[in-house]
């Protein structure tokens, strides 16, 4: 069974591991073409272009390298839901940075998000050896 805490997010050229990281999430999506003619009784769709999206939010950290991300950097990402354990399945993509939103509270440790869409290509699945 995978295990949040021991899930991992690395970025950029050298593989920096975000710090602390909180949460992070996914979506794959695919745009649909559908379609149908005289006398079918239902529509045929298909998929045709792939995107994904999304985000991670870690504790600010100063001087970590994930602080040196800018909305319109184009990175690479590395998503471990379940650590990086030989045989864990990972996800990578190189995606563009949309916003770097930051908050803080009184009684809280200051948090900063990394919003992102694909910047070229899928989401690619793999597996660490």
């Known amino acids: ?3 949040g805490k021991d899930g991992a997010v690395l970025h950029g050229s050298s593989r920096d591991r975000a ?54 950097d184009v990175i690479p990402v590395e998503f471990y839901p379940g650590g990086e354990t ?18 803080g509270s009184k009684d809280g440790i200051p948090t900063r998000t990394v919003n992102f869409r694909n910047a070229s290509g899928t989401l690619q699945r793999a597996t660490v050896t």
Request: cysteine-free.
């Open 1 to 3: 069974m995978l295990k």
């Open 86 to 103: 030989s045989g864990s399945g990972y996800f990578t993509g190189d995606v563009l940075v949309t916003g770097t939103p930051m908050s």
């Open 19 to 72: 710090p602390k990281v909180q949460n992070w999430n996914l979506d794959e999506q695919v745009d649909v073409v559908a379609g149908w003619g005289m006398g079918d009784e239902a529509e045929e769709a298909f998929g045709t272009i792939k995107r994904y999206s999304g985000s991670f939010e870690y504790y600010l950290k100063p001087g970590d390298p994930a602080d040196d991300i800018r909305a319109g």
